[in-house]
């Protein structure tokens, strides 16, 4: 159902734009997600936007990192500027429908060299 792409290797200060693809039924998803996992670390809440498009964002990427879709729903993305060694992790698209029923991708591996 959601596949994401465009992780990859990048220094300190640079950009990344994540993309991820949702398939099947689009029209039922209410929040679009992006979570991260760091090693050793718990996967957490990176940036949400609703079907309202009020995105929220983690303390730590507020002003670094956009999530935004397109007007079909069909690919969200996060891009991500000013990237900073901490900003690395796998990070996973996820997404909710109206009946609260959760989807994921997998993740795609993020990773920031000082």
């Known amino acids: 159902q959601l596949q994401a792409s465009g992780g990859g290797l990048v220094q300190g200060g640079g950009s990344l734009r994540l993309s991820c693809k949702v398939s099947g039924s689009r029209s039922s998803i209410n929040i679009w997600a992006w979570y991260r996992q760091a090693p050793g670390k718990q996967r957490e809440l990176v940036a949400r936007?609703?079907?309202?498009?009020?995105?929220d964002y983690a303390d730590s990427v507020k002003g670094r990192f956009t999530i935004s879709r397109d007007n079909a729903a069909i690919f969200f993305h996060l891009q991500m500027n000013r990237l900073k060694p901490e900003d690395t992790a796998v990070y996973y698209c996820a997404a909710q429908d109206h009946w609260f029923k959760d989807y994921w991708g997998r993740g795609t591996l993020v990773t920031v060299s000082s």
């Open positions: 936007i609703t079907r309202g498009d009020s995105p």
